[in-house]
C-alpha cells in the first residue's frame, strides 16, 4: 500500500501506557482474566459488555509510557493514514447520499482498555463500540495477524481497521441499534446468525474502501487486494476456531466463515456500492 504520502488522521487518540486502578490488588503485574481466546477480530460488542462484568484488571506498577521502537511508531503512523483514508471514502460516500459522516474516533492501547464497551484486552482483538463511537486497536494484534494467523502485509493491516470502521459506518445507518434490540428479543442461536451478518457486511465496507483506496485514490499495490483476501480468509470463525481447538462448530460462528468473509470483502470491493452489501437481506451468505 503507498501509505507514506498520504493524509494523518486528527482522530487518533493515543492511550498507550494508560493504566487502571480498577480492583487492583497491589504489588506485581497485571494479571487479566482471558475470557476469550479465539476471537481476534471484531469482536461483537456485546461480548465485551459481558467481559465487563467479569473482568478483573489487575494492574499496577509505573504509568510511565512504554518505550516505543521505530516499528511501533512507524505502525501507529500507518494506522493513522488509513484511518484518513476511511474518512475521505465515507465522507465522500455519506455525502454522495445526502448525508454527513461522522468520523469515528480510533483509540491506540497497549494491554487493556476502558471503553463506554466495558473492559476489553488486547487478546480479543480490535473492536468497535457503538456507545462511544470508538475503534480500539492495540497494535501487538499486528503482530498476532502475521505470525499466528499467517496474514502479513500493510494492505491485511489497513483492512482490520476498514473493517473496524465498517461497524461505525453501521451504526451511523441505524444497523447497530436495531442488533441491540433485536438481542433481546431472539435466541442466542439466532442472534448469532444475525452477528455473522453484521460481520459480513463490515467486511464488505471494507472491500468498498479498498474499492475507493484503489479507483479514487490508488493507493493500491499489486498484491494488497490479495493480502486483504487472504487475512479475510485467515481470521474466518472456522479457521480460528481449527486453530485454538482443532474443530468446529458452526452453531457459535459469529462472523462468518473464511469463505463468507472473502466473498462480501469483495462484494464491496468490486461494487464499491453500499447496497451492495446488505448480507441481512441476501439470499446466501
Ligand atoms: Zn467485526
Known sequence: MLWRDGRRSTN??????????????????GIIILALIGMYFGIDPAIILNLGQNAQ???????????????????A?????????????????????GKSYTEPTLVLFSGAVDSTCGFAQAAMGPF??????????????????????NAPGDFAQAYVIAHEVGHHVQNLLGISSKMQAL?????????????????????????????????VRQVVEPGDIKEALNAASQIGDDRLQ?????????????HGTSA????WFQQGYQTGKVASCDSFNAASL
Open 260 to 263: 463468507q468473509r472473502v466473498r
Open 57 to 75: 484488571v489487575v494492574q499496577s506498577g509505573p504509568s510511565d509510557l512504554p518505550h516505543q521502537t521505530e516499528e511501533e511508531r512507524q505502525l
Open 183 to 215: 438481542r433481546r428479543q431472539v435466541s442466542e442461536g439466532e442472534y448469532n446468525k444475525l452477528s455473522v451478518k453484521l460481520e459480513l457486511q463490515a467486511d464488505c465496507f471494507a472491500g468498498i474502501w479498498a474499492h475507493n483506496a484503489d479507483r
Open 242 to 254: 481449527q486453530r485454538h481447538r482443532g474443530y468446529v462448530t458452526p452453531d457459535s460462528f459469529t
Open 12 to 29: 487518533v487518540e493515543d492511550q498507550r501506557g494508560s493504566r487502571f486502578s480498577g480492583k487492583a490488588k497491589g504489588g506485581g503485574i
Open 77 to 97: 503512523d500507518f494506522v493513522s493514514v488509513v484511518l484518513a483514508d476511511t474518512e475521505d471514502t465515507w465522507n465522500q460516500l455519506f455525502r454522495a447520499a
Open 128 to 149: 468497535y463500540c457503538p456507545g462511544d463511537g470508538k475503534v480500539y486497536i492495540d497494535l501487538s494484534f499486528y503482530r498476532d495477524l502475521k505470525q499466528q494467523m
